[in-house]
């Protein structure tokens, strides 16, 4: 699965890049010898009220746990995205929108359009009554108006929390809930792949489930009118009366800018919550860091706002940068496998950002695709989600780049809000499958099982020792469960969950979740939200699910179901209980494979041994070990007998 080959700095990347490695060795050693000088002079990049005279504040340790940056320093997030270009590049292109159909017609804006609108739709949401601190769950297709909202709130200081289009009113309803938010942005519908989504009905519905719901704003996409209740506002009648200026709200720097709901390997997703000044220098340098655009750059990260890599990458780091930023409605393999370079083309585009399991699936339909394209804009090439596998880097780096761009894998997290583990394009040399060396300022460490630190080349469990000014704050109302699940396996330490194997080199290789997360098609996946999903059927006694190997998403998931006695399996209950999964969280959730088990393996205390059951789903049933604890060791056989290839 490996590849030592190295490819170093190409000639020009090391004569031109903002940071070679001269450059890089000086951050290192800036950062090391004097962090709070180092972060506070990096902290100049950003447009202070006040600026802060306090750097970290941070404690891993039980008794003074908390994480703090910048903590006396006042802005605000949407000022540095827009208002501050102004000056100097008020005309520049600030957004690019690119729809899903492509014979329809892109939208541009410059960073002064930019600005109105995100003023305009904040002069809204004040109208509503909605003010600092609250919560605003936005629920959007990839359309500009997502991008406005979002601004709009940070302009305000209001808490977004962006709910993937993808997830089902059930999962929409339980995120309102969670954050009590009492306004929902949404469109009438959302397109993808040339299908629609029916995401005003699904918010009608979620409303049905949650109370403190009284306000939903309505974007205007289509020309079928969808049913509006005294609820809904439209947004295009709503932004007509309203000002294009509004005043900023200015922020502290830990005041909180967003939450957003992520997987955890126990219980319902926890909502992620980042602050204003250090979420926003962490997006906006290592948007630089590993990716080095300057004015004038085309930068196109192919995520979806829903997820954490779009709101950094989409938003906020290229705008902090003043950077033109692409956001793409659509699918990259819709109507076929053309369809991201031919946007490449069509917008000039110098880096693109997307995810392994997106070059699987292109690299599937052939090079030709590829080939019918020119893409000699393209500089840089960028991937981030889930370790990306040898051949797909190579095919990325040969095929799409020529061999001219260098591949930024990026190692990060939802937690820590931009990228950790990443090369420097004009100072770090590539292998395929590594996210290459921790960035300045980030110290990991991998450990063992037990905490004892592992040295040298080796491979354990990866933890980062000190905060970094991106890090998450809390879980929103369980500050406890922020501390119980990041910071008491190895105490002192905030542990990411990953395996990681660092060669002789220092280069980190993720290996892939040591916990009950899946990674489906760079989505994270809790083992037990799946299982809850399960059971909630009246049919399912029992369910137990883990991941398997998937050539295209990169994990699948695979689902062992136990059914109440009387019931029978059939091919016809898979497909419901598939679809009921769907319904119940979303497409991202549907399992692949479904295994009827009239048993679990269980310890004789009743603990499911998942080791077991991973290992069936791999295929790999040689190598079961020791199977003798289990309460009954022949449901084993029966379980191996019956996998579902
Ligand atoms: C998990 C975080 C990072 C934003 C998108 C996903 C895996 C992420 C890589 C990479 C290997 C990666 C890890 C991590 N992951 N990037 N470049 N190489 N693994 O964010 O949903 O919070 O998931 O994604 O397992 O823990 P997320």
Known sequence: MTDDTLYPVPDAWARHARIDAAKRTALYDAAAADPTRFWLDQAQRLDWLVPPTVADESSFDE???????????????????????????????????????????????????????????????????????????????????????????????????????????????GRIID?????????????????????????????????????????????????????????????????DSCPAEPMDAEDPLFILYTSGSTGKPKGVLHTSGGYLLWAALTHEWCFDQRPGDIWWCAADIGWVTGHTYILYGPLAN?????????????PDASRIWQVIDRHKVTTVFTAPTALRALMKDGDDFVNATDRSSLRLLGTVGEPINPEAWRWYHAVVGEGRCPIIDTWWQTETGGAMIAPMPGATSLKPGSATLPLPGIVPQLVDEKGAVLDGATEGNLVITRSWPGQMRT????????????????PGKYFTGDGCRRDAD??????????????VSGHRMGTAEVESALVLHPKVAEAAVVGMPHDVKGQGIYAYVTLNAGEAASDDLRQTLRSWVRTEIGPIATPDAIQFAPGLPKTRSGKIMRRILRKIAEGDTSSLGDTSTLADPAVVDDLVANRVA
């Open 475 to 490: 879980v929103w109302g369980d500050h406890d469960r922020f501390f119980q699940t990041y910071f008491t396996t190895y």
């Open 63 to 173: 008794g003074d746990f908390g994480i703090r940056w910048f903590g006396d320093g006042r802005l605000n997030v949407a000022v540095n995205c827009t208002d501050r270009h102004l000056a100097s590049r008020g005309g520049d292109t600030a957004l690019i929108w690119e729809p899903d159909d492509p014979a329809g017609t892109p939208r541009r804006f410059t960073f002064l359009e930019l600005h109105q609108h995100v003023c305009r739709f904040a002069n809204v949401l004040k109208d509503q009554g909605v003010a600092k601190g609250d919560r605003v769950t936005i629920y959007m297709p990839m359309i500009p108006e997502a991008a406005f909202a979002v601004l709009a709130c940070a302009r305000i200081g209001a808490i977004h929390s962006v709910v993937f289009g993808g997830f089902s009113p059930e999962a929409l309803a």
């Open 322 to 334: 003043g950077i033109t930023t692409v956001m793409y409605e659509g699918l990259p393999n819709w």
């Open 179 to 243: 954050c009590d938010s009492k306004l929902v942005v949404t469109a009438d519908i959302g397109r993808r792949g040339g299908k629609t989504i029916p995401l005003k009905a699904n918010v009608d519905a979620a409303a049905e489930r949650a109370p403190s719901l009284e306000t939903v704003i309505v974007v205007r996409t289509a020309h079928d009118v969808v049913p509006m209740t005294s609820r809904d506002i439209w947004y295009d009648e709503a932004t007509a009366l309203v000002s």
């Open 506 to 519: 220092g280069y980190y290789w993720i290996t892939g979740r040591v916990d009950d997360v899946i990674n």
